[in-house]
């Protein structure tokens, strides 16, 4: 009779013990999908108290996966880590996610942790380098050493490689990705119309000749600004996404604005040549254009010494300048005795 | 010439006969020297090496040149070529822009006519210098056309030394580039003139100049873009005339036909979504002269401007629904992604790498514009300025010019080649002007107060000029002394351009310079010594195997069959390659014998520390090879993400066919003083697989240098069956956990890989030790020089998360010792 007590009990405790732990789980789940509404992007905002609660905490297999984005608020500067642009696509991907499925699958939950305010997930993880997307799947005991980490190859194509990581990984399909279009339909529909309105009045101003761009000072500055744009390798600093200035490696209070080195430039460096190449050609084109129309002799004589004094010094920069930077001892090759 | 005296004396109406005279001979004489100037300053190459071919593509210029001098005019225009890209061939005719090689063999066939008894490569090497002469004389008459004869001699003494010009034109450069800028100019000059003059036979001219360019150069794209765009600048100006509305049609129509007969070309006028712009244009063209037909034949306002709002509208949407047609049904195509990326400069980065990857193609600095243009980037915005001072259709011309092809200078290194004529015409404007208005104020006899002439800023500049003579007394002294600093600024000009000739252009890359410990000149002349070797001592038929790079040059100078070469018009043979190079032995013979190879050929700078040699190509080999067969996998070649050929290598490193052939005897010789035998120089490191045995393929030559080093493939043995699938080492694809994925890009950046050298980076001090370095070299060898940077940073920045968060770290100096140019110089952020 004890043993036949003992059994049930034993059962019903069990069947308890199971029931609860279902119960625990379907709780769990409610909670991500009410804290999957509330954010905006479907991306769960996980720090160290939420990484335990879902991750560390539940049973092994947990009933969903995880997919993890490594945040850092303060790297979200640093261009090359591309972090603002790979956690937008990560976004883009978990609304796809959920809109594809109807907000209903419970097996695939997206989170992002930060660093600054969750450094002991970052450690839980491993985590040492950025960017750095993890998948956690159900049967992860170790946070570490069982989950899959995205590769460098995966983030190459956005949000499309992504999805493809986490299909191939997760067998959930992830379907078409939606980008949100550029510009609505309504807007694009305002423009076109805008224009096809304006296309006669703008050919009837060009035709009687009225408009700004029959005005040479516009277009003059026009050329001026292409002119500063080209020489000031305002291209090469957007191709190549450098930034204004450096901090000086020995002396972190110290900035670094001029880089030794042809072939490579700071932002501020291009734009300090540019202006002084610009300047010393309109003060030329000025002098000899507007300066002789001025009555007054005195103040002729010191715009011309002015104009003398800062054409010297921004020619003698920029060739010091490009001597050190480019580290080119330029001579002549005149007989030696004259050296 | 017979425009010269005319416009001579209208500049020079007050002055009498005899100076005239005087005049014309001082000008005739200048554009003498000029003209020889232009010639010997791109001699330096010459004086310095020989006469010879320089570089690549040239080479294959030189050849098809002398086919054409052996076989004539229409054996070339069909010729296949057999020898390059076996067993494939190559469509000879059909595949180049023939006005350089044309150009030679007539110079060529003059001199033989004239007695001149010349080789044609001594005429292909002096083409270059040649037509940049020439150029300088097109220089003087466009600035005579845009301004005076004053600006026009400037232009052509700066013109004729301007860096950025001679780069593509120092004597031996061989290529397209050399008779393409005159082709340019001169079509500039002639278009200007014909919408000056409005006259059909300068318009006919001109079109006859864009097929010259068309037939020499792909950049005839600028110039089928440039004009209509100038013409729309005009257009809506308000300066549309008879003048331009004759030039331009005549120029579009018959160049487009002439441009046909180019079957490089072909029917790309009408097709392709670059040449529609001009086509746009001709058609807006003939509804301006319509509207102005039927302005002229009504007379009530009111009416014509309803008319004008409803032919407008008309023309714009039927000429925007035919290119969305056209666009749609495929019948023109859309723009290629060359031309896309100078439009949208960050377009080629994000979409085709391969253009990206080059390093012609980098962003230019300011430095480069620097070391190009010297005292011309000055001078230029004074030069705009003049000539705004002084609209007309000519300057409207030269400043767009200036302006577009400024633009894509920035976006492209090589292209500065384009704005080089446009930066020297605008700024000898400036110069020209500027130093006429100061010597007419010495020459003045003072108080007299010129009524000013309104035409023309030279003379209201020396009206006003005058007025100041009178208000100031030592209005004399300071035009003296400006003087001097002008000259002294050219003189500076002149000695930057001559320097910059002599030291940084004039190197011919096939023979190889480096100074001694003494600072003696040390020549390395390997690559002729073996592909002579190649010439005369093996069969006529001999297949040889190599890499793309140096395809031309094989073909040219060891008139022997290769099997892919510069012109990469098929990936997949040139992977095919690739996976031979990075397969084991026993499986690359495989492939070599199906290829039919008889010789293959590598370039190995071990014992020079000549440091651009095939182990550090090696990974573009893998990665171009992986690219087509998966088989071949990047990882197995680096250890941790790490590429190395020391002791510490990937055993399918140390076992791969170009492994192999690069270091075949090399374990056994002692390369430098107080190091162990097989010391790698190029690379730093003592290499790992000193045993080195072939089977399949024996040693038949190396240079004296070992920088070429070519085997013979053995036949194969008779009745012995191989055993072909026995590896010699088991695949270790799996153990690397960091596996670098590169979905077919050649050269992603993985900034995982770089974790050793990160390792370095914290412990040593990069500006002390060089040493250590090196093995990081061969990980950022695959990148373009700056991304190589740029991803090292990635991975410093990446890594010190947590823990070092303020690192910066200057990474030039690692650039440096990884023997890449200057130009591959960059400091991380923090």
Redesign the interface.
């Known amino acids: 009779m004890a043993a036949h007590f003992f059994t049930l009990s034993i059962i019903t405790l069990s069947l308890f013990v199971v029931a609860s732990s279902g119960e625990l789980e379907s709780e769990l789940v409610a909670d991500l999908l009410t804290l999957q509404s509330e954010s905006k992007s479907g991306v769960i905002h996980l720090d160290d108290r939420t990484v335990s609660k879902f991750l560390t905490y539940p049973r092994i297999p947990r009933p969903y996966s995880f997919l993890i984005f490594f945040d ?1 608020a ?2 979200h500067d ?1 261009p ?2 591309r972090l603002r642009e790979l956690r937008r696509e990560f976004e883009i991907v978990a609304s796809s996610f959920i809109t594809n499925h109807n907000s209903s699958n419970t097996k695939l939950f997206f989170g992002d942790i930060e ?1 600054r305010e969750s ?1 002991s997930s ?1 450690q839980l993880f491993g ?5 750095h997307v993890r998948l956690v799947g159900p049967t992860a005991k170790s946070l570490k050493d069982d989950s899959d980490v995205m ?4 983030f ?2 956005l949000a499309e ?1 992504m999805a493809e990581f986490v299909e191939s990984r997760t067998k959930l399909t992830v379907g078409p990705i939606h980008r949100p279009p550029v510009l609505s339909k309504m807007q694009l529909g305002l423009i076109t119309a805008l224009l096809l309105l304006c ?2 009045l703008v ?2 101003r ?2 009687a ?1 009225e408009t700004l ?2 005005d ?1 000072k516009i ?2 500055s026009g ?2 600004f ?2 500063f ?8 600093n ?3 996404k450098m ?1 204004m200035f ?4 020995n002396d ?1 209070n110290k900035l ?1 604005f001029f ?7 700071l932002g501020a ?2 734009f300090a ?2 202006f002084l ?2 300047v ?3 003060l ?3 002098v ?2 507007v300066l ?2 001025v009555k007054d ?1 005195t103040a ?2 010191l715009a ?1 010494l002015f104009t ?1 004094l800062v054409s ?1 010094w ?2 003698k920069k ?2 010091l300048l ?1 001597n050190w ?4 001892g ?4 005149w007989p030696s005795s004259w050296n | 010439m017979a425009t010269m005296p005319a416009s001579a004396s209208d500049l020079l109406k007050s002055f009498k006969l005899k100076t005239k005279q005087q005049e014309l001979l001082i000008r005739v004489s200048i554009l003498c020297l000029v003209y020889i100037l232009a010639f010997i300053t791109r001699l330096f190459s010459v004086l310095r090496y020989e006469s010879m071919i320089h570089e690549f593509d040239p080479y294959f210029n030189y050849r098809t040149t002398l086919y054409l001098t052996e076989n004539g005019f229409y054996d070339f225009w069909n010729w296949f070529d057999y020898e390059s890209w076996y067993p494939l061939g190559r469509i000879v005719g059909g595949t180049l822009y023939p006005g350089l090689m044309v150009t030679a063999v007539l110079i060529y066939r003059i001199l033989r006519f004239l007695r001149f008894a010349v080789h044609i490569r001594e005429v292909c090497v002096l083409t270059a210098p040649f037509f940049a002469s020439n150029t300088t004389l097109v220089a003087y008459f466009f600035g005579k056309e845009i301004w005076d004869s004053g600006a026009g001699l400037v232009a052509a003494i700066l013109i004729a030394i301007c860096p950025g010009y001679i780069s593509r034109s120092v004597a031996g450069s061989y290529d397209n580039e050399g008779v393409a800028i005159f082709a340019l100019l001169f079509t500039f000059y002639v278009f200007v003139k014909a919408v000056n003059t409005g006259s059909l036979a300068w318009s006919l001219a001109s079109a006859f100049g864009y097929f010259y360019m068309v037939s020499a150069w792909g950049g005839y794209v600028f110039i089928i873009n440039l004009i209509p765009l100038y013409v729309l600048v005009l257009l ?3 300066r549309y005339s008879m003048r331009l509305y004759v030039a331009y049609n005549c120029m579009y129509i018959l160049g487009m036909l002439l441009a046909m007969q180019i079957r490089f070309v072909g029917f790309q006028h009408v097709q392709s979504g670059e040449h529609m712009a001009v086509m746009g244009v001709f058609f807006l063209m003939q509804v301006f002269y319509f509207l102005d037909w039927v302005k002229h034949m009504l007379s009530d306002t009111k009416l014509f ?1 309803a008319f ?2 409803i032919t ?2 008309c023309a ?1 949407a039927v000429g925007g629904i035919a290119l969305g047609l056209g666009m749609v049904s495929g019948y023109i195509s859309p723009w290629t992604g060359r031309f896309y990326s100078l439009l949208d ?2 377009y080629a ?1 994000d979409h085709i790498p391969i253009i990206a990857s080059v390093s012609e193609h ?10 190009d243009f010297h ?1 011309l ?10 000539c ?2 002084r ?1 007309s259709d000519a300057t409207i011309f030269i ?1 767009m010019y200036g ?1 577009t092809s ?2 894509f ?3 492209m290194v090589r292209l500065i080649l384009v704005a080089t004529p446009a930066v020297c015409l605008i700024s000898a404007i ?1 110069v020209s ?2 130093v006429k ?1 100061l010597t007419v104020l010495l020459r003045s006899k003072n108080k007299v107060v010129q009524t000013g002439s309104t035409k023309g ?1 030279g003379g209201s ?1 020396s009206s ?2 005058a ?2 003579d009178q ?2 007394p030592f209005q004399k002294n ?1 035009a003296i002394a ?1 003087l001097f ?1 002008a000259f002294y ?1 050219l003189s ?1 000009y002149a ?2 351009c ?3 000739t ?3 252009y004039s190197s011919p890359s096939i023979v190889l310079a480096a100074r001694g410990a003494h600072g003696n000149r040390v020549i390395f002349d390997d690559y002729r010594e073996a592909y002579f070797w190649l010439r005369q001592n093996t069969p006529q038929d001999a297949k040889v195997m190599s890499w793309w790079d140096y395809g031309y040059q094989i073909t040219a100078m060891g008139n022997r069959t290769v099997i892919v070469d510069n012109n990469t018009w098929n990936n997949t043979h040139i992977a095919t390659v690739g996976r031979a190079m990075s397969s084991y032995e026993d499986e690359a013979i495989e492939i070599i014998r199906s290829l039919d190879v008889d010789y293959v050929l590598v370039v190995f700078g071990g014992v020079t520390g000549y440091s651009s040699d095939d182990i550090n190509k090696f990974l573009w080999m893998v990665r171009i090879g992986g690219g087509v067969f998966p088989v071949i996998k990047e990882p197995d070649y680096l250890v941790n993400g790490e590429y190395r050929v020391d002791k510490g290598a990937a055993p399918k490193m140390l076992n791969c066919l170009m492994y192999k052939l690069c270091y075949y005897r090399f374990g056994e010789m002692l390369t430098e003083y107080g190091k162990p035998p097989g010391y790698d120089r190029a690379r730093g490191v003592e290499i790992g697989n000193k045993d080195v045995k072939l089977e399949h393929l024996e040693e038949a030559f190396t240079t004296s240098n070992w920088i070429v080093r070519i085997y013979r493939v053995k036949p194969p043995n008779n009745r012995c069956p191989h055993n072909v699938e026995t590896p010699v080492v088991t695949h270790l694809g799996d153990v690397f956990p ?6 077919g ?1 050649s050269g ?5 890989n770089l974790g050793v050298c990160l390792d370095l980076l914290g412990l040593v001090d990069v500006n002390l030790g060089n040493a250590p370095t090196k093995p990081c070299c061969s990980l950022i060898e695959g990148l373009v ?2 991304e190589g940077a ?1 991803c090292l ?3 410093v ?3 010190v ?3 070092h ?2 690192l ?3 990474l ?1 100096l690692l650039l440096r010792n990884c023997e890449r ?10």
């Not at chain 1, 590769?151 to 995966?154: A, I, K, L, P, R």
């Not at chain 2, 140019?821 to 923090?830: D, H, L, M, Q, S």
């Open positions: 850092a303060n790297f640093k090359e880590l660093f450094q970052f985590v040492n380098s950025l960017p590769d460098q190859g995966d190459s194509r490689s296309l006669p050919a009837k060009i035709f000749g761009i029959h040479p277009w003059l050329a001026v292409v002119y744009f080209s020489v000031s390798g305002a291209m090469h957007i191709i190549r930034p450096l901090v000086d490696r972190p670094v880089y030794q080195g042809s072939g490579m430039q460096e291009g040549v540019g190449y610009t010393v050609g309109l030329l084109a000025v000899t254009h002789v129309y002799a002729k004589r011309m003398l010297f921004a020619v920029v060739i490009d930077k480019t580290g080119y330029i001579h002549g090759f | 809506i100006t308000g401007q004008l709002r407008v509208t714009v400069p960050t980065k980098q962003p230019t600095a300011w430095s480069s514009f620097m070391f005292i980037l000055f001078l230029f915005p004074a030069g705009l300025y003049f705004f001072k609209l400043v302006l400024m633009y200078a920035g976006v400036a002007a500027t208005n800023s500049k006003s000029k007025l100041l208000s100031q300071g400006l600093g600024l500076r000695t930057h001559t320097w910059v002599s030291e940084a960091n596996g670098s994925n590169i979905h890009q992603t950046c993985n900034p995982q020089d700056l740029v940073c990635t991975a920045r990446a890594n998360l947590g823990i968060i303020n910066s770290i200057s030039s140019k200057v130009a591959t110089e960059y400091i991380c952020g923090p």
